[in-house]
C-alpha cells in the first residue's frame, strides 16, 4: 500500500466512462527523457513509495538517470503479477502450502494466505517425446506424463482450487510464455486497490529465464528464481539496480527467403558481441512499425541467449492490432491505447531519448542461418552451413575417422578437444593461414543399421538425428509455421519425405497452432513427412526429446558417431537436446524439415539435391521453399480470433485425465506420508509470532572453503543423479528403482532430495579436500575425514554445531536459483564469507536467514591465512535486534593449536526491507507473521 506521495502524482484515468487511478508520470521532472523500459520502473516506484524501501531518492535517482553511468543504485522492483513453469513453480507452491498450515498452528485463518500479486502456473515442462511419428503419439506422449507426474499435478490441482489469486493452466494446453503472450499478458493492468479501480503497467517476474517473451507486447519482465517469485507473489519488492539500457535501433524489412528466426540469430549475434548481461535492451526507430508482433516476441524471447535481463518492444498499433486478434477485450484494448499514450509509453518514433550503447540493423540484409553446434549465438549463414560444419567437426571426432582430401589451417592453439573442451570454445572456427593443418573433410565412419521393422540404412558422422519444430521462440510466430507448413507440402509433392533415421516432431507453443495447420490444409502434409504433434510443450528445446531408437543409439554409442540435433528452440547448449547427440543446431522452422529432408548437417541447400521427384529430377531447397506472399495470404485466411477465444476460452479445465486426478481438497494440503516428489518442508518447524532475536555465531565450522566465481550451477541441484549420491540413496531406500529417479528439477518440491543435492556439483571444488571434485568435505566431527557434504551437515546439526561457507569473489553468479539459497539453509550454514557476490544470490541467502559477509576490501581467506579448519565466531550481529543494521561484524578464526586470526567482515544486508527479512529469519517467516496479525 502506497503511503507516500511525494510527487503529487495520483490522479484520474477515464476510458469510455470508466475512472482508473493512475500515477502520473509527468508530476516527476525528467520522466520524459527517459526509455520506454525506465520509464514502467518509475512508475512502478511512484505507485509503491512508502518512504523506506521506496523512498523519494529512489524515484529522483531514475528520473535523472545517467545513461553512461555504471549502475550503482539499488531499487525495489514490485512486479504486478507472477508466472511459473511447473519445474520452477512447484516449490513455490508447497511453500505456500506449507505457510497455511504455519498460520493454522499460529492461530491465524490458513484460508487467508494466498498470493498477493496474481499468480499463474502453465504446467509445461514434463511432456518428454517417447513416442513420434504417429497419429497417436501425442495420446501416449500425454498418457506417460500422467503416469511419471502424478504426485506432482494432484498437488497443483489442489492448489488451483485452494488459493485464490492463483491459477494452473493443465498440461497439454500449451507452452507457460506463449500462453502468456497469447492469453495471460493484460498490456495493461487494472485491479481494485483500497476500494478504488487502479491501473498500471502490467509487469511480472518468471521463473523461466525466458519469460522475456512478453516484452515483445511492450511488458517489462524477466526470469527469476523461485525466492524472488515467492516474494513478488507474496507482494514484496525484487531488489535491483537501475539498469544501463542498449537502444537498438530497427530499419528496413526482412527480404524474401529470411525468417524471423533468421533476424533473431543475427540479433543474438550482434548483441553477445556487445556485450549485455545485466543490462536493458530496447528496440526502436521507424522500422519497429515494420516488425509484426510475432516476431518481436521471438526477439524478446532470445533476451537470455543475449545475455540482457530484458528485451523490449514499446507499445504501438502492431500491439493493439495482436491483443485483438488474440480475443482480447474492446474495453482492454481501449485501456492500452489511452493509458500508454496519457502515460508517454506510446511509442512515437519521431523522438529519440537517451540510451546508454546504440546498436543498429537494418532487416533488408539478414539472410538465412543457422546457429550451432552448442550456442545460440554462434550464427553461420546457411550458404556457408556445410563448409563451418566440417570446420567444427574435428572437435567432436578422432582425426582416423575423417578423409584426408581436405585441409584447412587452424591456429597452433587450437588443439582439438572433445565437446566438454571449454577452453576451445571461443576458438571454433578461427583459422590462421600460417598455422599448422591438421585434417578435416567430410565424416567418413559408415555404420550400417537395421531396424528390427526392416529399415536399412547407415549412419555417419553428422547424421540429423532429431528434427523438431518445438519452443515457444517459433511455435508462437505463425510466419515461420506456416512456411514450414507450406514446405512440408511442398516437399510431399515432389515425392521428398525425411531420412528414416532422424526422428521428427512437432510440439507446439499453444492448440491454435495445430487449429491454424488444420484450417490451412497442412497438418497432413506435415504429417507424410513424419512430422506429427507430439505434444504441447517446450520439449526438444529443455532436452525432453526422449529417447532415440534403440538400433540408432547402440550404433551412434557404440561407434562414438557425432551425430547431430537441428531444432527451431532458443538453445542447443552441449549435452542439453539429447545424450546421444554432440552437435546441436537452431534453425527456423522451414529449416528443421529442410534438414530433416537432407538428413545430414555435411549438406550444400544450394549444390546438394535433397532427391529426385517423380519425373527424376533433382530436387533443390530453392524448389519447395515458400513463397513469401503465399505465407502471408494463408496468415490471413487460417489464423483468426475464434481460434484463440475458442482455445482459451476453457484453458484452465484441462483434459479428462487432469479432470479425473483424485486430487486433496480442503484449504491444507493432505500431505502424502509416503511421496518422493512432493513433502512438507521445515521452515517454520517451532516458529511462534514472536521474533527469535538475533544470536551471534559461536562455535561455527567451515562445511566448504570456496574458489572464485562459484555459480548458482555449482550450489543448486540441477540434473540427474547417480544412485550412490545421498540424492539417490533417499530414493532406494523410499522404494524408488534407479530408472524411476527422474531429475532434480522434477523434485523440486521434496526438500530431502534437494537438501542431498545442494552443493554436489560434480565439478565443485572443495579446498577442504585436495584433489577432490564433487559433493564432499571433511567432518570435523569425525576428525576430519572425507565425508558427503550432506551427511557430514547432519552430523553438524546433531552436534548443534553451526556452519559456514567461505568463498572467493564473485560467489553465487549465474542463474538466480532458489535452492542454492533454501539448500544452504537447510544444510544448517548460517552465514557464507566472501569476497563479493552476486547480486541476487546474495539476497536471496537474506531471504532465506542466512547472513552474507564480505571480508574486508583486498582481503581474501587466502590472504588472511584461513585453512578451513579453525573453529569461527562472529560478533556483532545482535545490533540487528535494535532495529540497526551493523556495517561489520567482528570475525574471529580460532586455528587447531589455538592461534586466531580476527578481521572485520562487512555485512551485506543493503536495505532496510532485507534488514527485515534477517530479522524474522527470512522471508517466508517475515511474511507469515505479517499476514498472520492481519488476519485476526
Known amino acids: 500500500m502506497t503511503t507516500v506521495n511525494s510527487f503529487g502524482s495520483k490522479g484520474v484515468l477515464n476510458v469510455k466512462g470508466t475512472e482508473y487511478e493512475i500515477f502520473r508520470l509527468n508530476a516527476v521532472k525528467g520522466s520524459e527523457k527517459l526509455p520506454y ?78 498470493p498477493l500479486a496474481p499468480a499463474e502456473l502453465v504446467i509445461d515442462h514434463s511432456v518428454q517425446i517417447d513416442k513420434f ?43 507457460v510464455h506463449q500462453v502468456n503472450i497469447e492469453y495471460l499478458a493484460r498490456t495493461v493492468m487494472s485491479r481494485e486497490v483500497d476500494g478504488v479501480m487502479r491501473a498500471y503497467p502490467d509487469t511480472l517476474v518468471g521463473t523461466d529465464s525466458h519469460t522475456t517473451m512478453v516484452n515483445g507486447l511492450g511488458v517489462l519482465g524477466w526470469g527469476v528464481g523461485g525466492i524472488e517469485a515467492e516474494a513478488a507473489m507474496l507482494g514484496q519488492p525484487v531488489s535491483m539496480l537501475i539498469p544501463r539500457v542498449v537502444g537498438f535501433k530497427l530499419t528496413g524489412s526482412i527480404p524474401s527467403g529470411a525468417t524471423a528466426t533468421d533476424v533473431v540469430l543475427t540479433i543474438t549475434e550482434m548483441l553477445r558481441k556487445q556485450g549485455v548481461v ?81 546498436l543498429e540493423l537494418d532487416l533488408s540484409t539478414v539472410v538465412p542461418s543457422i546457429a550451432g553446434p552448442k550456442r545460440p549465438q554462434d550464427r553461420i549463414e546457411l550458404d556457408s552451413a556445410k563448409k563451418q560444419f566440417r570446420k567444427d567437426l574435428p572437435n567432436y571426432v578422432e582425426q582416423t575417422d575423417l578423409d584426408s582430401d581436405i585441409e584447412e589451417s587452424f591456429p597452433a592453439s587450437d588443439a582439438v578437444g572433445g565437446p566438454g573442451d571449454e577452453s576451445d570454445e571461443e576458438k571454433v572456427g578461427e583459422f590462421d593461414n600460417n598455422a599448422p593443418k591438421k585434417l578435416l573433410g567430410r565424416a567418413s565412419k559408415k555404420v550400417d543399421v537395421k531396424m528390427e521393422d526392416g529399415r536399412e540404412f547407415q549412419l555417419d558422422h553428422g547424421a540429423v538425428s532429431i528434427a523438431s519444430i518445438t519452443s515457444c521462440t517459433n511455435t508462437s510466430n505463425p510466419s515461420v509455421m506456416l512456411a514450414a507448413g507450406i514446405l512440408a507440402r511442398n516437399a510431399a509433392a515432389k515425392g521428398l519425405t525425411a531420412q528414416p533415421w532422424v526422428k521428427t516432431s512437432i510440439a507446439p507453443g499453444s ?57 527451431s528452440g532458443n538453445r542447443n547448449f552441449e549435452g542439453r537436446i539429447s545424450p546421444d547427440v554432440k552437435m546441436n543446431y537452431l534453425a527456423s522452422p522451414p529449416l528443421v524439415i529442410a534438414y530433416a529432408l537432407a538428413g545430414t548437417m555435411d549438406f550444400d541447400f544450394e549444390k546438394d539435391a535433397l532427391g529426385k521427384d517423380q519425373d527424376g529430377n533433382d530436387v533443390y531447397l530453392k524448389d519447395i521453399w515458400p513463397d513469401p506472399a503465399e ?23 484441462g483434459d479428462d485425465r487432469w479432470k479425473s486426478l483424485d486430487t486433496p481438497t480442503g484449504n491444507t494440503f493432505a500431505w502424502d506420508a509416503d511421496s518422493t516428489y512432493v513433502r512438507k518442508p521445515p521452515y517454520f518447524e517451532g516458529m511462534t509470532m514472536d521474533i527469535t532475536p538475533v544470536e551471534d555465531i559461536e562455535g561455527a565450522r567451515v562445511l566448504l572453503k570456496l574458489g572464485d566465481s562459484v555459480t548458482t550451477d555449482h550450489i543448486s541441484p540441477a540434473g ?82 553451526p556452519l559456514v561457507v567461505l568463498g572467493g569473489k564473485e560467489y553465487g553468479t549465474g542463474s538466480s536459483r532458489d535452492w542454492a539459497a533454501k539448500g544452504t539453509t537447510l544444510l544448517g550454514v548460517k552465514a557464507v564469507i566472501a569476497e563479493s557476490f552476486e547480486r541476487i544470490h546474495r539476497s536471496n541467502l537474506i531471504g532465506m ?41 567482528k570475525v574471529t578464526a580460532t586455528a587447531e593449536d589455538g592461534s586466531t586470526t580476527e578481521f572485520d567482515a562487512v555485512v551485506r544486508i543493503d536495505t532496510p526491507g532485507e534488514a527485515d527479512y534477517y530479522r524474522n529469519g527470512g522471508i517466508l517467516q517475515y511474511v507469515l507473521r505479517n499476514l498472520v496479525r492481519d488476519s485476526k
Open 278 to 358: 545485466g543490462k536493458f535492451v530496447e528496440f526502436y526507430g521507424e522500422g519497429v512499425t515494420q516488425v509484426p508482433l510475432a516476431n518481436r516476441a521471438t526477439i524478446g524471447n532470445m533476451s537470455p541467449e543475449f545475455g540482457s535481463t530484458a528485451a523490449i518492444f514499446p507499445i504501438d498499433d502492431v500491439t493493439l492490432d495482436y491483443l485483438r486478434l488474440t480475443g482480447r477485450s474492446e474495453e482492454q484494448i481501449a485501456l492500452v491505447e489511452q493509458y500508454t499514450k496519457e502515460q508517454g509509453l506510446w511509442h512515437d518514433p519521431s523522438v529519440e531519448v537517451e540510451y546508454s550503447e546504440y
Open 849 to 889: 536467514g542466512v547472513v552474507p559477509l564480505q571480508f574486508p576490501e583486498g582481503e581474501s581467506h587466502e590472504s588472511l591465512g584461513l585453512t578451513g579448519t579453525e573453529t569461527y565466531s562472529i560478533t556483532g550481529l545482535t545490533e540487528l535486534n535494535e532495529g540497526k543494521t551493523p556495517k561489520t561484524v
Open 37 to 114: 523500459s525506465l520509464k514502467v520502473l518509475l512508475e512502478n516506484l511512484l505507485r509503491t513509495e512508502d518512504g523506506a524501501n521506496i523512498t523519494k531518492d529512489h524515484i529522483e535517482a531514475l528520473a535523472n538517470w545517467d545513461p553512461h553511468a555504471e549502475p550503482n543504485t539499488e531499487i525495489q522492483f514490485t512486479p504486478a503479477r507472477v508466472i511459473m513453469q511447473d519445474f520452477t513453480g512447484v516449490p513455490c507452491i508447497v511453500d505456500l502450502a506449507t505457510m497455511r498450515e504455519a498460520v493454522k498452528d499460529l492461530g491465524g485463518d490458513p484460508s487467508k494466505i494466498n
Open 720 to 801: 540427474s543423479f547417480k544412485s550412490e549420491t545421498p540424492a539417490g540413496q533417499y530414493l532406494i531406500e523410499h522404494g524408488v528403482e534407479r530408472k524411476d529417479f527422474n531429475s532434480y528439477g522434477s523434485r523440486r518440491g521434496n526438500h530431502e532430495v534437494m537438501i542431498r543435492g545442494t552443493f554436489a556439483n560434480i565439478r565443485i571444488k572443495n579446498q577442504l579436500l585436495d584433489g577432490v571434485e564433487g559433493g564432499f568435505t571433511r567432518d570435523f566431527t569425525r576428525d576430519g575425514e572425507q565425508s558427503t557434504v550432506y551427511d557430514a551437515s547432519q552430523n553438524y546439526q546433531a552436534a548443534g554445531i
Open 631 to 653: 505465407v502471408e495470404k494463408i496468415i490471413a485466411s487460417a489464423v483468426d480470433t475464434e481460434m484463440y477465444n475458442n482455445e482459451y476460452g476453457t484453458i484452465f479445465d
Open 133 to 175: 511419428g504417429t497419429a497417436d503419439a501425442i495420446t501416449r506422449n500425454m498418457d506417460i506424463e500422467y503416469e511419471r507426474n502424478g504426485e506432482r499435478y494432484k498437488f497443483l490441482r489442489w492448489g488451483q482450487g485452494a488459493f485464490d489469486d492463483f491459477k494452473v493452466v493443465p498440461p497439454g494446453m500449451g507452452i
Open 511 to 567: 492448440k491454435v497452432v495445430t487449429d491454424y495447420y488444420e484450417k490451412a490444409g497442412l497438418l497432413p502434409e506435415l504429417e507424410k513427412l513424419g512430422f506429427y504433434v507430439v505434444g504441447y510443450g517446450c520439449a526438444t528445446c529443455i532436452g525432453n526429446s526422449g529417447p532415440l531408437e534403440p538400433e540408432i543409439s547402440e550404433a551412434i554409442n557404440e561407434n562414438d558417431l557425432s551425430v547431430t540435433a537441428v531444432l
